[in-house]
């Protein structure tokens, strides 16, 4: 996993969401393959875009509190946020440049 | 027996492998359904040599052409890959395990998509393709698994141990009597019709049949075709892109050990000839691996 990705939890995941203009959070679980698909392309981007949009990872099965404040029913799921308000979020594996576009749409 | 060269897909690039293969005299297995390859119902018109034929006219003749070289057909989905002690374990649709030293995936692209009403509005909020991923979402709930093949038998069976009630929408199976029953019998309740539209507020709450019926469900998986070859290779240690393609060095090596791909699974252009091609070079690759050659 990619140093500029930070693993979330029920209790720290409103803090790194306040504390960033733009937040990318991928919902995943061990057992979903799409998410093991879509991981190395979000280690990727996060190296990319460092310093403009803060990624991080939920694992909703040891963190159901998160996902079911945000209705979570697929994984993979990247929530994103700007400055803290929830943005359309993208469901499924998307291509690398889709979801680089959508975040550069956003800043 | 263990195998040297197993295929997996019974289109163009998969039967050129196993003609390759089997011709230079390596134990092969074809597995696959060729009405289930995109060269099928397609009309040929730039394949090399051929002015115009149809796709299964070439199927058919390539079909012969591979058991003329010595391969065996088998037309039965993959369903399971796993890998021990050096020999892959293929698990077919009837329960029948092949073992084999390698593996070709020459499975093509599937087809995800339903286009029905509701489909994409409901993406994500109660709409879902992949059972296996997102079934601890619909505990006790009822749920509706729209299919004809292996990867809605699958899926129907997997959500019995979480959905209060499941339905099984399929005018005509495609998988085999094996997970049929398999299915049937931890609960699953067919039901003959096809899918029309899906229905909601901010969430799924039915799913509305051609024949008028409506299903309360706040679930509805859609899982055509056969199980994925992307679902499976994964259980290899292939990490195949969004697109689902894999991909593949000029040998056609997939990356991990003794895997190959070939044909439209390893991406554009989505040609005969670009089939027949990597199919030639897999089966070579392959034959090559497993004879120590």
Excluded at chain 2, 13 to 39: F, H, N, W, Y
Excluded at chain 2, 178 to 205: F, N, Q, T
Aim: glycine share 8%; charged share 25%.
């Amino acid at each position: 996993m990619s140093g500029n990705i930070v693993e979330l939890t029920d209790n720290n995941f409103d803090s790194f969401v306040e504390s960033h203009p733009l937040v990318l959070i991928d919902c995943w679980a061990q057992w979903c393959k799409p998410c093991h698909m879509l991981a190395p392309i979000l280690d990727e981007l996060a190296d990319e875009l460092a310093g403009k949009v803060a990624f991080g990872k939920l694992n909703v099965d040891e963190n159901p509190g998160i996902s079911y404040r945000f209705n979570i029913s697929a994984i993979p799921t990247m929530l994103i946020f700007k400055n803290g308000v929830l943005q359309e979020p993208l469901i499924g594996v998307r291509p690398k440049e889709d979801i680089k576009r959508y975040l550069l749409s956003k800043m | 027996m263990t195998y040297d060269v197993a295929v997996l897909g019974m289109g163009a690039a998969g039967l050129q492998a196993a003609i390759t293969a089997a011709r230079k005299k390596a134990s092969t297995l074809v597995l696959g359904k060729p009405e289930d390859s995109a060269l099928w119902s397609a009309e040929v018109e730039n394949y090399f040599g051929v002015p115009r034929v149809k796709g299964r006219e070439l199927v058919s003749i390539a079909m012969e052409q591979a058991s003329a070289f010595g391969a065996e057909l088998f037309k039965e989905d993959a369903i399971a890959l796993s890998k021990e002690e050096g020999v892959f374990t293929i698990t077919s649709e009837s329960g029948r395990l092949i073992q084999s030293k390698t593996l070709v995936f020459a499975s093509g692209i599937s087809r995800k998509k339903l286009n029905i009403p509701g489909e994409k509005e409901f993406f994500g909020k109660g709409v879902s393709y992949c059972a296996s991923c997102d079934c601890n979402f619909y505990k006790g709930v009822p749920v509706a698994i729209i299919g004809e093949g292996s990867e809605a038998a699958i899926s129907a069976e997997l959500m019995t141990n979480y959905a209060s009630r499941v339905y099984w929408i399929v005018e005509t199976p495609q998988a085999s009597e094996h997970l049929k029953e398999r299915a049937v019998s931890a609960g699953v309740e067919l039901v003959a019709a096809k899918p029309k539209e899906i229905v909601g507020d901010s969430k799924v709450a039915a799913l509305i049949l051609s024949n008028g019926r409506r299903l309360a469900v706040n679930g509805v998986f859609i899982e055509l075709g056969a199980r994925s070859s992307t679902d499976m290779a994964m259980d290899l240690g292939i990490i195949p892109d969004p697109e689902g393609t894999i991909k593949v060095d000029r040998n056609c090596r997939t990356g991990v050990e003794a895997i190959f791909a070939c044909g439209d699974i390893t991406g554009k252009p989505w040609q005969v000839a670009k089939a027949v091609g990597e199919g030639c070079v897999a089966g070579t690759e392959a034959a090559a691996m497993a004879r120590g050659v």
